[in-house]
């Protein structure tokens, strides 16, 4: 790999194109070298995300434009059901980070179920690595393929998968009361997304039936080493950018919400971007928000037994483009920080 990597980036005109663009610019060892967006292919990228102007960066074009042969690394910020033809077409020598949910399920038929089609290329579900890297950190560093985690799995894996792993909650009895930033449904346009359908309320969605529900039963089952199943309900919140997850967990035999915090402090005393906070510390979107940081909290529930587990992370960031960056730095061998050192935006 040379000093400098050379990036493009698939699908910029989205809002995770623009975050992995934006975390790139202040990314010691990556050079963005080609910018895709089908129907905007002509235009600077500035025309499109204004925030982004002024900085060099190469006009967007069309897929079938770019000379690959400059390529070393490829974030790929479609829509879900388009990516697997797209890496399909790729040379061999790019390295493929996939922010969208074509290769999370590792069971193609669970892809089938969910998300209405056949996957397109099982050869390469295959080899992709599922990349929640504080949890699979050697298997990222040597693939070719990696697929980014959902925003909420990551949200709710990355507390759970350590506590079911020390046999500390019983595994099945979780339930997930999750809530996301508008940024969550993508840029696409949709009636649902209007501001007078968002602003100045809150409902649930995908109720009984999100396609982020496997993907988190995928990873708790794998903590497990059996099969687990959750009750997992989202909500969309009147904000930009942001989820809190409020967890459910019933304790195992002889183990307290202490016990739990202490798991999770030991589990991430070393990583740069998991914060476990002290006792009686809550988090909050707004502590996080433009950081690549997860903060988790163990409180104690009223009810014998019980324990809440809370999380908070930035959707566009952790939960998608920062930790699509992360998953670079390890596949490349660049310090995992790199691009990434920025404190969260307060207020």
Same mark, same amino acid.
Request: proline residues 5%; charged residues 20%; hydrophobic residues 50%.
């Given at each position: 790999?040379?000093?400098?990597?050379?990036?493009?980036?698939?699908?910029?005109?989205?809002?995770?194109?623009?975050?992995?663009?934006?975390?790139?610019?202040?990314?010691?060892?990556?050079?963005?070298?080609?910018?895709?967006?089908?129907?905007?292919?002509?235009?600077?990228?500035?025309?499109?995300?204004?925030?982004? #102007?002024? $900085? +060099? %960066?190469?006009? *967007?074009?069309?897929? @079938?434009?770019?000379?690959?042969?400059? &390529?070393? =690394?490829?974030? !790929?910020?479609?829509?879900?059901?388009?990516?697997?033809?797209?890496?399909?077409?790729?040379?061999?020598?790019?390295?493929?980070?996939?922010?969208?949910?074509?290769?999370?399920?590792?069971?193609?038929?669970?892809?089938?179920?969910?998300?209405?089609?056949?996957?397109?290329?099982?050869?390469?579900?295959?080899? #992709?690595? $599922? +990349? %929640?890297?504080? *949890?699979?950190?050697? @298997?990222?560093?040597?693939?070719?393929? &990696?697929? =980014?985690?959902? !925003?909420?799995?990551?949200?709710?894996?990355?507390?759970?998968?350590?506590?079911?792993?020390?046999?500390?909650?019983?595994?099945?009895?979780?339930?997930?009361?999750?809530?996301?930033?508008?940024?969550?449904?993508?840029?696409?346009?949709?009636?649902?997304?209007?501001?007078?359908?968002?602003?100045?309320?809150?409902?649930? $969605? +995908?109720?009984?039936?999100?396609?982020?529900?496997?993907?988190?039963?995928?990873?708790?089952?794998?903590?497990?080493?059996?099969?687990?199943?959750?009750?997992?309900?989202?909500?969309?919140?009147?904000?930009?950018?942001?989820?809190?997850?409020?967890?459910?967990?019933?304790?195992?035999?002889?183990?307290?919400?202490?016990?739990?915090?202490?798991?999770?402090?030991?589990?991430?005393?070393?990583?740069?971007?998991?914060?476990?906070?002290?006792?009686?510390?809550?988090?909050?979107?707004?502590?996080?928000?433009?950081?690549?940081?997860?903060?988790?909290?163990?409180?104690?529930?009223?009810?014998?037994?019980?324990?809440?587990?809370?999380?908070?992370?930035?959707?566009?960031?952790?939960?998608?483009?920062?930790?699509?960056?992360?998953?670079?730095?390890?596949?490349?061998?660049?310090?995992?920080?790199?691009?990434?050192?920025?404190?969260?935006?307060?207020?």
């Amino acid at each position: 790999m040379a000093e400098r990597a050379k990036v493009a980036v698939i699908g910029a005109s989205g809002y995770t194109g623009a975050e992995v663009i934006r975390l790139l610019l202040g990314h010691p060892r990556a050079e963005i070298v080609a910018l895709v967006a089908g129907r905007r292919a002509g235009q600077a990228i500035g025309a499109v995300f204004p925030q982004l #102007a002024g $900085y +060099g %960066l190469p006009d *967007l074009i069309a897929l @079938e434009a770019i000379d690959w042969s400059g &390529v070393e =690394v490829a974030f !790929c910020c479609l829509p879900h059901g388009t990516t697997q033809e797209v890496v399909l077409g790729l040379p061999e020598h790019i390295r493929v980070i996939d922010l969208s949910a074509d290769f999370r399920l590792r069971d193609v038929a669970t892809y089938a179920e969910w998300y209405g089609h056949a996957h397109r290329a099982p050869e390469l579900q295959r080899q #992709a690595v $599922y +990349g %929640l890297v504080e *949890l699979a950190r050697g @298997e990222i560093a040597g693939a070719r393929l &990696v697929a =980014v985690p959902g !925003c909420y799995p990551t949200t709710c894996q990355l507390p759970l998968m350590p506590l079911i792993e020390a046999g500390a909650i019983v595994a099945d009895d979780i339930v997930i009361d999750a809530k996301s930033g508008a940024t969550g449904a993508g840029r696409a346009l949709k009636e649902a997304m209007l501001f007078a359908e968002v602003a100045e309320g809150v409902h649930a $969605y +995908g109720i009984g039936r999100h396609r982020h529900a496997p993907e988190i039963e995928q990873g708790l089952s794998t903590a497990a080493g059996r099969p687990v199943t959750v009750s997992f309900t989202p909500h969309l919140m009147p904000i930009n950018r942001g989820i809190l997850a409020s967890i459910y967990v019933r304790l195992s035999a002889g183990k307290a919400a202490d016990d739990l915090r202490r798991i999770l402090a030991e589990r991430y005393s070393r990583e740069p971007f998991v914060r476990v906070l002290d006792q009686g510390r809550a988090p909050a979107t707004r502590h996080v928000r433009g950081s690549n940081r997860c903060e988790i909290a163990v409180f104690a529930d009223r009810v014998a037994g019980r324990a809440i587990v809370l999380a908070a992370l930035d959707n566009l960031v952790k939960g998608a483009s920062g930790q699509a960056v992360q998953a670079m730095n390890v596949m490349l061998g660049f310090a995992e920080t790199a691009g990434l050192a920025a404190a969260p935006i307060f207020p």
